[in-house]
């Protein structure tokens, strides 16, 4: 597996236990609005961040993208 492949699962697992949610629901999550995408393409900039700032970052990703839906 590839380290961006390994770093998305670990976001994945973060952004599960700090929003309380089930594996299920965060992969639909991110699904919906291509947060696996964002996170693999920016791996070199987000691995290198701590957890706070990672889920900071994709609440701030998925809120965009939430707009871009609703407008």
């Not at 949610?21 to 609005?33: A, D, I, P, S």
Request: aromatic residues 16%.
């Amino acid at each position: 597996m590839s380290k961006e492949g390994k770093f998305l699962i670990y976001c994945i697992e973060r952004y599960k236990l700090e929003k309380r949610m089930t594996g299920r629901e965060t992969v639909e999550l991110f699904e919906k609005y291509g947060v696996s995408d964002y996170i693999i393409k920016y791996y070199e900039a987000l691995h290198t961040t701590g957890d706070k700032y990672i889920i900071e970052d994709i609440d701030e990703y998925i809120n965009k993208r939430k707009e871009r839906y609703e407008t």
